[in-house]
């Protein structure tokens, strides 16, 4: 499975931004981890196949929504009120297990860079 994430960049504190990431294959858990200079890469977001069932890092919950698309194989990160904390490198994953663990996720996309400003 190929990842294809997109949709990072520069933006002011209590800014917004969404995420996409399409993926090659079908029928995967997919998600988003990030990491920030100088820290381990933590988990963000997942959602399940049917995208009935989603799981947030403490830090990111009332603020960013995950979301996907079947049709076109395609996981949606809307991040919004964002802080300079947030500030990272996210990356898509898809994997076979709903899960907060990074070894459960067997395909990792390219990393998009997400920078806020205070």
């Known amino acids: 499975v190929q990842l294809q994430a997109s949709g990072g960049g520069l933006v002011q504190a209590g800014g917004s931004l969404r995420l996409s990431c399409a993926a090659s294959?079908?029928?995967?858990?997919m998600g988003w981890f990030r990491q920030a200079p100088g820290k381990e890469r933590e988990f963000v977001a997942t959602?399940?196949?049917?995208?009935?069932?989603?799981m947030y890092a403490d830090p990111v919950k009332g603020r960013f929504t995950i979301s996907r698309d079947n049709a076109k194989n395609t996981v949606y990160l809307q991040m919004n009120g964002l802080k300079p904390e947030d500030t990272a490198v996210y990356y898509c994953?898809?994997?076979?297990?709903?899960?907060?663990?990074?070894?459960?996720?067997?395909?990792w996309g390219q990393g998009t860079q997400v920078t806020v400003s205070s």
């Open positions: 994953v898809a994997g076979r297990s709903f899960s907060m663990v990074r070894n459960r996720y067997d395909y």
């Open positions: 294959g079908s029928s995967y858990v």
């Open positions: 959602i399940n196949w049917r995208g009935g069932a989603t």
